[in-house]
């Protein structure tokens, strides 16, 4: 297998992304048409949110402590407000005390969204302070009772909230069989057999020894992941009656080798069978394709996203699966420490096509660090952008962050200095979770900041005008997970269409707005939406007014 991806990166990748299309007779789509940008802002202040991040201590002394922390929005309370989850490290005695301690009474933090641009804290009434030095989080209904539950990956423990409906939560890790004494980082509520019941996916990193003495010899750093022995994943499944299954190696996921830092799941093959990506570190990631009969197979070699484009292992942070081009199979982005990897999914064949070159994402990432990413339709035109946050790896080295519009040809354009002041600002970012929360059609960001405050951005929407239209979607299952993730949307406007699938986690140890979400350009309706749902059920609507926050529920009957 070697061999033949050595010989496929030979071949300019420019060829062969046209040889594809021309194969599919198709041509590359016409460019959207120049309308305002719109613009971030910095709210936090105005918002009333309070988190920094901790560490344990004022200096990075580990890997454990550079690794950082993800976040969370969630409707906790069913108000149509999405909250805020976000996690933080802390000071552990024997562990994070090398240097001057700090975060002696850091704790994970829920914000309550009012409904009107600011935020309550409510973690300690709500009972989800966390435990342990927290790094990533996702959130899903897994009981199925209306009301959205929360899991944390931590160092050396983990932490399922349960949902109990009258605003607080309940710890129930242990009596649900969710423990995980390992190093997790990314995780996932999907489901992947099918039976309409969210199961857990964890991704676990290495095997971090504190005590441990070791030789390095990178000036004033610390031993980096190869210093230290990889670790197995973990996949729960759900029981229905509140309980899980470990079913990590009868799901052959167990993999001792394993360094996962991010993961995210999405049919890559368009199966109607949920996958997951590994972003493993400083190694090969792995790509697992569900098998439909509760197993998995690492393709993720075979398919050509295993490695970097000169087939080299890179430090793999934080992946998305999301269609760039509008083709109607998903395309995978994965944030790197040099240059970020943008594989082109090109159908039937799965031998993705590495295009960070050719569309000119490679142009503006050597010089940074990445973590965070969200891969989404920043300005509504229908073409999907990335926004990546960046921040110093070994040190606290602060830089700013990027935002990459599709130009809707196959290429991206860096746009940072035209939307906002706050691309000039330099930080140590990690975690970056991206959603609506204001409900105005414009996808908004929080940023966690590694041993610093974090940041609320507020996507400022341009004058009316010049609006693109947009459509978000609230799916409710019946049949399928309440949640609805792995479900499939497919949306014509004019002659444009856009496939979106319902996922939970997405990007670094974090997970985005959970509603699916259309930016439509100029047309004031969608033509024909088509859901369908993971129980196989396909739901069609038609003459879908654009503008709206839409509740689809998936129907009971054929």
Known sequence: MKTHFKQFALIPATLILLAVLNFAGQSPAPKPQ?????????VTEKSAINFRHSFGEVKLSSIMEATGSGCAWLDYNNDRNLDLYAVSGRFIEGVTNHSKPDGTDATNHLFRNNGDGTFTDVTATAGTSGMGFGMGVTVGDYDNDGFIDIYVTNWNSSVLYHNKGDGTFTDVTARAGVENLHFGVGTAFFDYDRDGRLDLYVGNYLKFDPTAKMLYFTAD??????????????????????????????????????RAMGLTTGDYNNDGWPDVYLANDTMESYLYRNNKDG?????AADVNTAFGANGEATSAMGPIFGDYDNDGWQDLFVSDMRYHRLFL????????????VETGVATVSGQYVAWGAGF????????????????????????????????GDSTFTEVSSQAGSYFKFKKVGRGACFADYDNDGFQDAFIVVLGGNGILLHNKPPATANRNHWLTIKLVGTKSNRDGFGARLEAI??????????????????????????????????????????SGTVQTLEHVKADQ????TEPNGP
């Open 376 to 407: 989404f339709d920043f300005d509504n035109d229908g073409w999907k952008d990335f926004f990546v946050v960046n921040g110093g790896l070994h040190w606290l080295v602060p830089m700013e962050d990027s935002l990459l519009r599709n130009n």
């Open 345 to 356: 999914n090109p159908g039937p064949d799965g031998f993705f096509l590495d295009t960070t």
């Open 221 to 258: 750093a610390f031993p980096g992941p190869l210093d230290y022995e990889g670790d197995a994943d973990r996949l729960f499944h759900n029981n229905g009656d509140g309980t899980f299954s470990d079913v990590s190696q009868k799901a052959s996921i167990a993999n001792p080798a394993g």
């Open 549 to 552: 926050i839409l509740k689809i």
């Open 34 to 42: 120049p309308v305002a940008l719109p613009g971030y802002e910095d």
């Open 295 to 299: 197993t998995f197979t690492n393709v």
């Open 493 to 534: 406007a004019g002659g444009m269409k856009q496939v979106v699938e319902a996922i939970s986690a997405s990007g670094y140890a974090s997970q985005g707005d959970p509603r699916p979400h259309f930016g439509l350009g100029p047309h004031a309706e969608i033509d024909k939406l088509t859901i369908t749902w993971p």
